[in-house]
């Protein structure tokens, strides 16, 4: 099935312009497969698939193809393998790290025309979906049975694209991210070749069976293979909820606050840092009246009397690092208008600095070291001279910082990369990681190095070039193909 080159890689790529065309012939090849509805090489079609939420420069593939099965997508890996010609799986194209750019050419796999949700299994909470199918597409068809599939990327990003970036967002808290949830996936390989990682139909909550290859896949960014289905674990809708907001003077008494909360074991669903430059934008684009200063977002759900203990323990906590303005709701709009502010902090902040491309870091630490690690972003963005509102995930640890700048000009780009490169590092230092959830994609594949050091390094490159050994599957991300040759 799958088999290591004969030739060494480097002679097979004497440069990288080995990688086929994709020329008349070979959209007739795929045609003849999915049908001539199904693929495209209009511009207009191949810009918009090679185009992410990243600032990184969008790279147009050469042709746009839609299968609608499982096995459209293998037939077309077939051809592509045999002509060498670059795979890109495409989602919903909201991902924050350049994933989905034709660095090298090559058909952009666009997976919007899978959307069946095969099934809903209710009383054992596992759903499996095809591709195409979108994180709100899910919960809007399950929260009749009382359901929820908590993993909430501010964007309405495909299940499967969250699969391959091993997305989180503010529930992982309580829910944990992608890798805690996906169950099992059908991933086609570059060579075509249909896998199921745990084993077709298997949904078991857990297993000791042999190697670990759905998370494998999960986080691979398409390098791997194109994952056409997968199944997911879903949780019951509490019984009640109630959303709260605190506002401190500082941010060191902010996060020390979420330490201490953790630190209680008080079981919250959710907890944001939101620091003053990043409510003030909030303010102006969701209409909030915010007092702009350090401030955390919380949820706490369970019963309406346990939900309550827990909101006033959460009170005594922040009162006691100097907190203001502590109020909690549970009425469903007003938590609503909240948690849609916040999923709406990247477009709040896009919007207060228009004609700027915007990048957002994604440290994550261990929380321990989550105070200062936020006062050092703050303090190196102040002598930097760079705008920082910040938002985090802070529960986990996780936060990011928005950079901007304008692409035209080099100084301020290379300004914003420095400024990431030494926060990730700080992070680093500290035992954390460069990203917690948006993935490695192009910006961050050097961090990777220093993140796992030579020997992981070493080891993710055998996995790749084993499961991939032309290298047609998303060229470029993850790991430089200069290190793969
Ligand atoms: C406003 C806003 C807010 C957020 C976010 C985005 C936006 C716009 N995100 C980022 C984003 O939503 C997240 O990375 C998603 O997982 C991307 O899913 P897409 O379907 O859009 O994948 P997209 O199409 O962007 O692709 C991303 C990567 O996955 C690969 N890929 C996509 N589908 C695939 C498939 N079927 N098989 C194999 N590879 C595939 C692509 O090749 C690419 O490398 C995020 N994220 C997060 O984790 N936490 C957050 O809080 C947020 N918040
Ligand atoms: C500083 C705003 C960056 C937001 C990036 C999107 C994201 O992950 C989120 O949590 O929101
Ligand atoms: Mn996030």
């Given at each position: 099935?799958?088999?290591?080159?004969?030739?060494?890689?480097?002679?097979?790529?004497?440069s990288?312009?080995?990688?086929?065309?994709?020329?008349?012939?070979?959209?007739s090849?795929?045609?003849?497969?999915?049908?001539?509805?199904?693929?495209?090489?209009?511009?207009?079609?191949?810009?918009?698939?090679g185009?992410?939420?990243?600032?990184?420069?969008?790279?147009?593939?050469?042709?746009?193809?839609?299968?609608?099965?499982?096995?459209?997508?293998?037939?077309?890996?077939?051809?592509?393998?045999s002509?060498?010609?670059?795979?890109?799986?495409?989602?919903?194209?909201?991902?924050?790290?350049?994933?989905?750019?034709?660095?090298?050419g090559?058909?952009?796999?666009?997976?919007?025309?899978?959307?069946?949700?095969?099934?809903?299994?209710?009383?054992?909470?596992?759903?499996?979906?095809?591709?195409?199918?979108?994180?709100?597409?899910?919960?809007?068809?399950?929260?009749?049975?009382?359901?929820?599939?908590?993993?909430?990327?501010?964007?309405?990003?495909?299940?499967?694209?969250?699969?391959?970036?091993?997305?989180?967002?503010?529930?992982?808290?309580?829910?944990?991210?992608?890798?805690?949830?996906?169950?099992?996936?059908?991933?086609?390989?570059?060579?075509?070749?249909?896998?199921?990682?745990?084993?077709?139909?298997?949904?078991?909550?857990?297993?000791?069976?042999?190697?670990?290859?759905?998370?494998?896949?999960?986080?691979?960014?398409?390098?791997?293979?194109?994952?056409?289905?997968?199944?997911?674990?879903?949780?019951?809708?509490?019984?009640?909820?109630?959303?709260?907001?605190?506002?401190?003077?500082?941010?060191?008494?902010?996060?020390?606050?979420?330490?201490?909360?953790?630190?209680?074991?008080?079981?919250?669903?959710?907890?944001?840092?939101?620091?003053?430059?990043?409510?003030?934008?909030?303010?102006?684009?969701?209409?909030?009246?915010?007092?702009?200063?350090?401030?955390?977002?919380l949820?706490?759900?369970?019963?309406?009397?346990?939900?309550?203990?827990?909101?006033?323990?959460?009170?005594?906590?922040?009162?006691g690092?100097?907190?203001?303005?502590?109020?909690?709701?549970?009425?469903?709009?007003?938590?609503?208008?909240?948690?849609?502010?916040?999923?709406?902090?990247?477009?709040?902040?896009?919007?207060?600095?228009?004609?700027?491309?915007?990048?957002?870091?994604?440290?994550?630490?261990?929380?321990?070291?989550?105070?200062?690690?936020v006062?050092?972003?703050?303090?190196?963005?102040?002598?930097?001279?760079?705008?920082?509102?910040?938002?985090?995930?802070?529960?986990?640890?996780?936060?990011?910082?928005?950079?901007?700048?304008?692409?035209?000009?080099?100084?301020?780009?290379l300004?914003?990369?420095?400024?990431?490169?030494?926060?990730?590092?700080?992070?680093?230092?500290?035992?954390?990681?460069?990203?917690?959830?948006?993935?490695?994609?192009?910006?961050?594949?050097?961090?990777?190095?220093?993140?796992?050091?030579?020997?992981a390094?070493?080891?993710?490159?055998?996995?790749?070039?084993?499961?991939?050994?032309?290298?047609?599957?998303?060229?470029?991300?993850?790991?430089?193909?200069?290190?793969?040759?």
């Amino acid at each position: 099935m799958l088999r290591l080159p004969t030739r060494t890689l480097r002679s097979t790529f004497r440069s990288l312009s080995s990688y086929g065309k994709v020329d008349d012939k070979i959209v007739s090849l795929i045609c003849n497969i999915v049908g001539p509805d199904n693929v495209t090489t209009s511009e207009s079609a191949r810009n918009l698939h090679g185009t992410d939420e990243s600032f990184h420069p969008t790279r147009a593939p050469e042709a746009v193809v839609t299968p609608l099965s499982t096995s459209h997508v293998s037939e077309v890996m077939k051809i592509c393998n045999s002509h060498r010609i670059p795979v890109i799986p495409f989602g919903t194209g909201t991902g924050f790290e350049g994933g989905v750019g034709a660095l090298y050419g090559g058909v952009c796999m666009a997976m919007h025309k899978m959307t069946e949700i095969v099934e809903v299994n209710q009383s054992d909470f596992d759903a499996t979906v095809r591709a195409g199918v979108t994180r709100h597409q899910l919960n809007d068809w399950i929260r009749a049975d009382g359901l929820h599939f908590p993993i909430d990327p501010g964007a309405g990003a495909s299940v499967c694209g969250m699969c391959s970036t091993s997305a989180s967002g503010t529930n992982a808290v309580r829910y944990g991210t992608m890798r805690e949830n996906v169950l099992n996936m059908e991933v086609v390989l570059a060579d075509g070749t249909v896998i199921h990682t745990a084993g077709e139909g298997r949904r078991p909550k857990k297993t000791s069976c042999g190697y670990n290859l759905t998370n494998l896949f999960v986080g691979s960014e398409g390098t791997l293979g194109v994952i056409t289905q997968a199944t997911v674990r879903l949780h019951g809708i509490p019984e009640a909820t109630a959303a709260a907001i605190s506002s401190f003077d500082s941010v060191q008494n902010a996060v020390d606050t979420v330490v201490m909360i953790l630190q209680c074991g008080l079981p919250l669903a959710r907890i944001e840092f939101l620091n003053s430059d990043m409510i003030s934008a909030c303010n102006k684009f969701s209409n909030l009246q915010l007092k702009e200063a350090p401030t955390l977002f919380l949820e706490f759900i369970g019963s309406p009397s346990g939900v309550e203990e827990q909101a006033m323990l959460a009170e005594e906590l922040c009162v006691g690092n100097g907190g203001e303005n502590f109020s909690w709701a549970t009425e469903h709009s007003e938590r609503e208008q909240l948690w849609k502010a916040r999923h709406n902090c990247w477009y709040a902040v896009k919007a207060t600095y228009p004609g700027k491309h915007a990048y957002s870091t994604d440290v994550v630490v261990p929380v321990s070291h989550l105070p200062e690690t936020v006062v050092f972003c703050h303090e190196l963005a102040g002598e930097m001279g760079v705008p920082a509102p910040i938002v985090g995930h802070v529960g986990d640890g996780n936060f990011h910082c928005f950079l901007l700048s304008n692409q035209d000009d080099e100084t301020e780009t290379l300004r914003i990369k420095d400024f990431s490169r030494k926060l990730a590092l700080k992070a680093q230092s500290f035992g954390g990681s460069c990203t917690g959830e948006h993935g490695i994609g192009l910006g961050k594949r050097e961090l990777l190095i220093e993140e796992v050091g030579t020997g992981a390094f070493e080891t993710m490159k055998i996995v790749k070039k084993s499961l991939d050994p032309l290298l047609i599957m998303n060229p470029g991300k993850v790991i430089d193909l200069d290190h793969l040759l």
